[in-house]
């Protein structure tokens, strides 16, 4: 009447990749890119948008940190017997924020 699917004995797969330490702290950067961006606007839109020449230093920081961010993800992609799910975080995500950065610094060159 009913009856039982059997089990696969090799049910359980194990595997020896691993999360690059590279891409775990490309992902870092990303944060601390972006973090450091939302402290600068809060900081500029305090000074009425005159926060000076520390917030553009810092803003080209966040620029520097996200580009190496991205250098360091795409490096770890392209590693063996590696997880793909950091790297892939960490180069859309530094790549979504450089891209962001040099508009934003183009915009402001224009204006």
């Not at 775990?24 to 005159?50: N, P, R």
């Not at 580009?67 to 530094?94: E, K, M, Y």
């Amino acid at each position: 009447m009913f009856r039982r699917k059997r089990k696969k004995e090799s049910s359980l797969h194990l595997t020896d990749k691993h999360h690059p330490p590279l891409a775990v702290g490309a992902t870092v950067l990303a944060l601390v890119s972006f973090g450091i961006f939302g402290a600068v606007c809060v900081q500029a839109g305090g000074s009425d948008g005159h926060a000076g020449l520390t917030a553009g230093l810092l803003g080209m920081l966040c620029l520097l940190i996200a580009a190496i961010g991205f250098i360091l993800a795409w490096i770890s992609l392209h590693q063996d017997d590696i997880r793909p799910l950091f790297p892939t975080i960490a180069s859309v995500c530094n790549g979504l924020l450089v891209i962001f950065y040099m508009a934003l610094y183009i915009w402001g060159a224009v204006i």
